[in-house]
């Protein structure tokens, strides 16, 4: 059976995709110089949202979804910063790259509460 999120868990689930969805709003401004970089971040923000919004679904047919979810949620969060850096942004990245972090601790939580090892 599914496990209940948490609604701060499922807040940071809608930011995150919004945050990718902006950025590939700002990479479309642009869509001549960036056509790949702006597609891939509306297909990855469209998927975040879609996940979100259907998790109770994919939670319960789809093993270790969460964990999943915050891994990729993860992964696209560094691709944002790593945009940003190659933009000259200085503070902005570093706030991606703490939200990176903050994901995959909380995968690493999620798998370790899965299979039962003590949190040290």
Do not use: N, W
């Amino acid at each position: 059976m599914a496990q209940k999120h948490h609604p701060g868990e499922t807040f940071a689930h809608y930011l995150t995709a919004g945050v990718v969805l902006l950025k590939a709003y700002e990479k479309s401004e642009h869509f001549h110089e960036h056509p790949v970089i702006t597609i891939l971040l509306f297909v990855l923000g469209a998927l975040i949202l879609v996940a979100t919004i259907f998790s109770g679904y994919f939670d319960r047919h789809i093993k270790d979804f969460r964990i999943g979810l915050h891994i990729c949620e993860s992964l696209v969060l560094l691709l944002v910063a790593y945009y940003y850096f190659d933009e000259g942004k200085k503070a902005l990245p570093a706030v991606y790259l703490l939200a990176a972090i903050g994901h995959l601790i909380s995968a690493i939580f999620f798998y370790r509460k899965k299979v039962r090892l003590p949190i040290k």
